[in-house]
């Protein structure tokens, strides 16, 4: 199935720390595909509204919301020293801004719009084009990527994700509160969920990934032993 022309979709679907773009990351190298984060593309687009002063929220700056997405591009790099993939807002890199609490705050009433969602969604089809990836988000597999050939849809218990995400948070210098880290997620988790457009949810052919005991090394047992028949069998 790896064969050369035929390219593949990996969706990666889940909750708020669940553990997704570690998981995803690791896919991708195992497996040699490009690794796209639709997250951080919801988060640039929220930076953006910040930086420009816009309440995404307001009716009245639907005009300027629309202005503003004309003029966005965002592109995602490898830094050469780290190995890591870099968020760029027009050519930008901003990977560090878009993992505040102030954009986390803001990025669930951002990624309801529905203006927001269609521009995202274009980007992300183009992005994957004609190579094989992984994309990890919240409707990867419902909406962007409905024939996929693997969908996964990860989740773990909010304690398990508030304690990741804070470490998360601390070790990349952003201060926060635990109390705040958890309830900004679990608001998020419900605001996802509900929203009309393109909620999270899981797709009917997904498989789930509980991931609350589980090692990295465990997940990616997991992942070779449910799919390297599909990945692996041409
Ligand atoms: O994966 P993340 O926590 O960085 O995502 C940030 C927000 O973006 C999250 O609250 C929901 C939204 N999102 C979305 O609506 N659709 C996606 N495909 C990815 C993220």
């Given at each position: 199935m790896t064969g050369e022309g035929k390219t593949i979709i990996i969706a990666v679907d889940g909750y708020s720390s669940s553990g997704?773009?570690?998981?995803?990351?690791?896919?991708?190298?195992?497996?040699?595909?490009?690794?796209?984060?639709?997250?951080?593309?919801?988060?640039?687009?929220?930076?953006?509204?910040l930086r420009e002063g816009l309440d995404p929220a307001?009716?009245?700056d639907k005009d300027k919301l629309s202005g503003l997405l004309e003029r966005i591009d965002i592109s995602f790099k490898i830094n050469s020293i780290s190995g890591d993939y870099e968020t760029h807002l027009n050519y930008e890199n901003i990977e560090?801004?878009?993992?505040?609490?102030?954009?986390?705050?803001?990025v669930?009433?951002?990624?309801?719009?529905?203006?927001?969602?269609?521009?995202?969604?274009?980007?992300?089809?183009?992005?994957?084009?004609?190579?094989s990836v992984v994309m990890d988000g919240r409707d990867i597999g419902t909406v962007v990527f409905p024939d996929a050939d693997i969908k996964i849809f990860m989740t773990a218990s909010a304690d398990v994700r508030a304690r990741r995400r804070y470490r998360e948070l601390s070790e990349k210098g952003i201060k926060a509160g635990f109390g705040e880290v958890k309830e900004n997620l679990v608001q998020r988790d419900r605001m996802d969920e509900t929203r009309s457009e393109s909620p999270l949810k899981k797709a009917d052919d997904a498989v789930t990934l509980d991931t609350?005991?589980?090692?990295?090394?465990?997940?990616?047992?997991w992942?070779?032993?449910?799919?390297?028949?599909?990945?692996?069998?041409?």
């Open positions: 997704k773009s570690t998981f995803a990351k690791a896919i991708a190298q195992r497996l040699g595909f490009i690794y796209i984060d639709s997250g951080a593309m919801y988060r640039a687009v929220t930076l953006a509204c307001d009716n009245r560090k801004d878009i993992r505040s609490i102030e954009v986390s705050e803001m669930s009433i951002v990624s309801k719009i529905k203006e927001v969602r269609d521009k995202m969604v274009l980007f992300q089809r183009k992005m994957a084009g004609r190579k609350s005991n589980m090692t990295q090394e465990e997940q990616m047992e992942f070779l032993d449910h799919f390297s028949e599909k990945l692996f069998s041409e």
